[in-house]
C-alpha cells in the first residue's frame, strides 16, 4: 500500500491555530488532541487514494527560558515561570507521546530575545497618532529567533523522498523558504499537498506544490472541537 508523511511547521501551526482552534484558551491535552484530529483528518482523506499514513512530523521549539527586561516597565520578566512556558511544554511532551507521531526540536536563539514594537504601534508612531511618551506594556512583544526548525523539517522532506519511504507529502505550512525542497521531492516523484490551514498562499510556493488541501474551515471539523471557556 502506498504511503503519506505530514509534516508541520509548529510555530505556523500555533499562530493559525490561536485564531481558528482558540489555542490560547485550551489546555495543553485539549490542544494535542486537536492536532492529532487534523492529521487524522488528513490520512483519512489520503486513504481514499489509497494510502495509509507513514507518520506525522512535527516540527517545533521548546519555549525558552531566559530574563527578559520589559523597555516600557523596566519589570525583569522570568519566562520560564510564565504560564506561556509551561503550557507549550506541555502540550510538546503530549503531542510526542501520540501515536506515529514524531518531534522534532528545533531550538530557539537565546543571544536573541528582545521586545520589538507590534506592528499596529509601529504604524501609529510613523503616522504621528500616538508619541514614545504614550507607549504602554501591550505596545510591545517578545522577539525570538528560532533556530533549526525550517533546515529539519526541510531535511527530513529531502531525506522522505530520496528513500521513497512515502509517495505524498502533506505540508502544513505557508513558508516559501521550503521551496528548494519541495522541488527535490517532486522531482522524486513524491506528490506534495500543501495545507496552509487559511492563510495566503505565496504566490511562488502555490507554483511548486502539487495541490492544496485545507480543513481549517471545514465546518464539520470546527463542529467537533470541544467548547472553550468563554474569553474574560
Same mark, same amino acid.
Given at each position: 500500500?502506498? +504511503?503519506?508523511?505530514? /509534516?508541520? *511547521?509548529?510555530?505556523?501551526?500555533?499562530?493559525? &491555530?490561536?485564531?481558528?482552534?482558540?489555542?490560547?484558551?485550551?489546555d495543553p491535552g485539549g490542544n494535542a488532541d486537536i492536532v492529532e484530529s487534523y492529521c487524522r483528518?488528513? &490520512? !483519512?482523506?489520503?486513504e481514499k487514494e489509497g494510502r495509509e499514513l507513514y507518520r506525522i512530523f512535527y516540527y517545533d521549539c521548546p519555549p525558552i527560558s531566559a530574563v527578559v527586561t520589559n523597555p516600557i516597565t523596566n519589570a525583569?520578566? *522570568?519566562l520560564s +515561570?510564565?504560564? @506561556?512556558?509551561? !503550557?507549550?511544554?506541555?502540550?510538546?511532551?503530549?503531542? !510526542?507521546?501520540?501515536? +506515529?507521531? !514524531? /518531534?522534532?526540536r528545533g531550538r530557539l536563539g537565546s543571544g536573541y530575545v528582545r521586545y520589538a514594537l507590534k506592528p499596529k504601534t509601529q504604524d501609529a508612531l /510613523?503616522?504621528?497618532?500616538? @508619541?514614545l511618551a504614550e507607549l504602554a506594556e501591550n505596545d510591545v512583544r517578545l522577539d525570538i529567533g528560532q533556530k533549526g526548525v525550517d533546515m529539519r523539517l526541510g531535511l527530513d522532506l529531502v531525506e522522505i523522498a530520496l528513500k521513497r519511504l512515502v509517495d505524498q507529502v502533506v505540508l502544513v505550512s505557508g513558508d516559501s523558504d521550503f521551496i528548494p525542497a519541495i522541488k527535490m521531492a517532486r522531482r522524486e516523484g513524491v506528490d506534495v499537498i500543501l495545507d496552509p490551514m487559511g492563510n495566503h498562499v505565496p504566490e511562488d510556493l502555490a507554483e511548486h506544490v502539487d495541490g492544496i488541501r485545507d480543513f481549517s474551515s471545514a465546518r464539520d471539523f470546527l463542529d467537533s472541537l470541544p467548547p472553550v471557556a468563554p474569553a474574560p
Amino acid at each position: 500500500m502506498a +504511503k503519506m508523511a505530514i /509534516l508541520i *511547521d509548529g510555530g505556523f501551526y500555533r499562530a493559525r &491555530a490561536r485564531n481558528l482552534f482558540s489555542f490560547s484558551r485550551r489546555d495543553p491535552g485539549g490542544n494535542a488532541d486537536i492536532v492529532e484530529s487534523y492529521c487524522r483528518r488528513h &490520512a !483519512a482523506e489520503s486513504e481514499k487514494e489509497g494510502r495509509e499514513l507513514y507518520r506525522i512530523f512535527y516540527y517545533d521549539c521548546p519555549p525558552i527560558s531566559a530574563v527578559v527586561t520589559n523597555p516600557i516597565t523596566n519589570a525583569r520578566i *522570568d519566562l520560564s +515561570k510564565s504560564p @506561556t512556558f509551561t !503550557a507549550i511544554t506541555q502540550f510538546l511532551r503530549l503531542v !510526542a507521546g501520540k501515536r +506515529k507521531v !514524531a /518531534l522534532r526540536r528545533g531550538r530557539l536563539g537565546s543571544g536573541y530575545v528582545r521586545y520589538a514594537l507590534k506592528p499596529k504601534t509601529q504604524d501609529a508612531l /510613523l503616522s504621528g497618532r500616538k @508619541t514614545l511618551a504614550e507607549l504602554a506594556e501591550n505596545d510591545v512583544r517578545l522577539d525570538i529567533g528560532q533556530k533549526g526548525v525550517d533546515m529539519r523539517l526541510g531535511l527530513d522532506l529531502v531525506e522522505i523522498a530520496l528513500k521513497r519511504l512515502v509517495d505524498q507529502v502533506v505540508l502544513v505550512s505557508g513558508d516559501s523558504d521550503f521551496i528548494p525542497a519541495i522541488k527535490m521531492a517532486r522531482r522524486e516523484g513524491v506528490d506534495v499537498i500543501l495545507d496552509p490551514m487559511g492563510n495566503h498562499v505565496p504566490e511562488d510556493l502555490a507554483e511548486h506544490v502539487d495541490g492544496i488541501r485545507d480543513f481549517s474551515s471545514a465546518r464539520d471539523f470546527l463542529d467537533s472541537l470541544p467548547p472553550v471557556a468563554p474569553a474574560p
